[in-house]
T-cell receptor, first 113, second 111 residues
Framework: DQQVKQNSPSLSVQEGRISILNCDYT??????FLWYKKYPAEGPTFLIS?????DKNEDGRFTVFLNKSAKHLSLHIVPSQPGDSAVYFC????????????FGTGTRLKVLA | DVKVTQSSRYLVKRTGEKVFLECVQD?????MFWYRQDPGLGLRLIYF???????EKGDIPEGYSVSREKKERFSLILESASTNQTSMYLC??????????FGPGTRLTVT
């Protein structure tokens, strides 16, 4: 049972436009959410996170929105750049104390120049 | 800068071989993790460790074991490699208050 879902396997966006990547979760015990970016042949790198006490967190061109009632989060990249082309994973964690993340299946973003 | 290193970038092994994947982190992190990444399945947790000599099963531990004898080192062992263990293996570490930092990955092919 997939507790964290990224329903769009891929997304193409024109350079300079907004990229919106979506993530849904089913477990209401999750209270911390993260986005990671992964280039081919490299490990994932942390991008941005949000705690469940917030509904928005911003870091430069990247903003994460959290809608707890809908169990939905999204990552907005504005403006998109060709270097943003990568696979993006959302992850969720709870307060069980084990520091485990549950990752989604990933969305491949392609930013077209 | 946090550094997580993995012993090999690419590895080719034969079915039935015993395989060791090593991971070392230099940030004195308490927690270490082993994942595998497969197309369409994302990152799945195999095992993790929150202290030396401590280990807990993740979501897909079957066919794997781990060892953590020192805080900085976490080893993943495939006792008898099978073709369905062909995958990208990713190691990560974290402190109790940080996000997880990942190594570059080991692409393992079992023939």
């Amino acid at each position: 049972d997939q507790q964290v879902k990224q329903n769009s396997p891929s997304l193409s966006v024109q350079e300079g436009r907004i990229s919106i990547l979506n993530c849904d979760y089913t477990n209401s015990m999750f209270d911390y959410f993260l986005w990671y970016k992964k280039y081919p042949a490299e490990g994932p790198t942390f991008l941005i996170s949000i705690s469940s006490i917030k509904d928005k967190n911003e870091d430069g061109r990247f903003t994460v929105f959290l809608n707890k009632s809908a169990k939905h989060l999204s990552l907005h990249i504005v403006p998109s750049q060709p270097g943003d082309s990568a696979v993006y994973f959302c992850a969720a964690a709870g307060t069980s104390g084990t520091y485990k993340y549950i990752f989604g299946t990933g969305t491949r973003l392609k930013v077209l120049a | 800068d946090v550094k997580v290193t993995q012993s090999s970038r690419y590895l080719v092994k034969r079915t039935g071989e015993k395989v060791f994947l090593e991971c070392v982190q230099d940030m004195d992190h308490e927690n270490m993790f082993w994942y595998r990444q497969d197309p369409g399945l994302g990152l799945r947790l195999i095992y993790f460790s929150y202290d030396v000599k401590m280990k807990e099963k993740g979501d897909i531990p079957e066919g794997y074991s781990v060892s953590r004898e020192k805080k900085e080192r976490f080893s993943l062992i495939l006792e008898s490699a099978s073709t369905n263990q062909t995958s990208m293996y990713l190691c990560a570490s974290s402190s109790h208050s940080s996000e997880q930092y990942f190594g570059p990955g080991t692409r393992l092919t079992v023939t």
